[in-house]
């Protein structure tokens, strides 16, 4: 690999920069996990995007004192870090405006939800998703809804399974297509791309940027990796925070 200073850092957030929570909307930042990623993104000359599924308004509220490059929604959003060119990275197939079906396909799914104990619904505006964290036992039943929604939805929305999680998003781009975009541009561009994940929707990430030269990490236990893409893994979103903060020393 080469110094830190030539990669450029594509990170998750739920289950890899982030402990994992019973509910979506638990999620905190760890102490001092801000620090770390404004460091990296000085170091690496702004050549650090969060990666994730969540809104860019949810993830731009965990870090209130920092602003960085975010691609939402699976890539279906992009906001550039503050400095970095306005168009750096805008997915060329955007995420569709909320149509009359679909806007019909999640107030389905939100007024099915309550009738499953444990069962949480989340409003990502232009996405939405059950949770079944709390339920394991509602998977099939959480899976015949979304498949129910995802049909009245129409074209322009795919459906995509996570850890206890099934969502309805835009269809026209992954985790994989955000590395792929911003690695054309300056500063990520010219860099070797270092990707961590820790779920199937990050499966797309890892791929591209194994196809880049890069490095990709698994974060979860050593099982995981079997059936991944990624090149190598890290057993805790704890160990992950620290690795980075190691990363970072003498160097800021």
């Given at each position: 690999m080469p110094p830190l200073s030539r990669w450029a850092l594509f990170l998750d957030l739920d289950g890899t920069l982030l402990d994992l929570c019973?509910?979506?909307?638990?999620?905190?930042?760890?102490?001092?996990?801000?620090?770390?990623?404004?460091?990296?993104?000085?170091?690496?000359?702004?050549?650090?995007?969060?990666?994730?599924?969540?809104?860019?308004?949810?993830?731009?509220?965990?870090?209130?004192?920092?602003?960085?490059?975010?691609?939402?929604?699976?890539?279906?959003?992009?906001?550039?870090?503050?400095?970095?060119?306005?168009?750096?990275?805008?997915?060329?197939?955007?995420?569709?405006?909320?149509?009359?079906?679909?806007?019909?396909?999640?107030?389905?799914?939100?007024?099915?939800?309550?009738?499953?104990?444990?069962?949480?619904?989340?409003?990502?505006?232009?996405?939405?998703?059950?949770?079944?964290?709390?339920?394991?036992?509602?998977?099939?039943?959480?899976?015949?809804?979304?498949?129910?929604?995802?049909?009245?939805?129409?074209?322009?929305?795919?459906?995509?399974?996570?850890?206890?999680?099934?969502?309805?998003?835009p269809s026209g781009q992954d985790k994989g297509s955000a590395v792929r975009n911003l690695m054309r541009f300056q500063p990520f561009s010219d860099r070797t791309p270092v990707a961590a994940g820790d779920d199937l929707t990050d499966e797309a990430m890892f791929r591209a940027v194994n196809a880049l030269g890069g490095l990709s990490l698994r974060v979860g236990p050593e099982e995981g990796l079997r059936d991944s893409a990624a090149l190598a893994g890290i057993a805790s979103p704890g160990a992950f925070r620290s690795w980075l903060e190691s990363l970072t020393q003498g160097l800021t």
């Open positions: 019973e509910t979506p909307d638990a999620v905190r930042p760890a102490e001092g996990l801000a620090g770390t990623l404004a460091a990296l993104q000085r170091i690496t000359l702004g050549a650090l995007a969060l990666v994730t599924g969540r809104t860019v308004a949810f993830a731009d509220g965990l870090f209130p004192d920092h602003s960085f490059t975010i691609a939402g929604l699976h890539g279906a959003e992009l906001r550039p870090a503050p400095g970095l060119a306005p168009g750096l990275g805008l997915p060329p197939d955007p995420a569709p405006p909320a149509s009359p079906d679909f806007r019909a396909a999640r107030e389905m799914a939100r007024a099915l939800a309550p009738a499953l104990p444990g069962v949480i619904f989340e409003d990502k505006g232009r996405a939405f998703a059950l949770h079944y964290r709390l339920a394991p036992a509602a998977q099939d039943e959480v899976a015949r809804i979304m498949q129910t929604a995802a049909q009245r939805a129409g074209q322009g929305w795919r459906l995509r399974a996570g850890k206890c999680v099934v969502e309805l998003c």
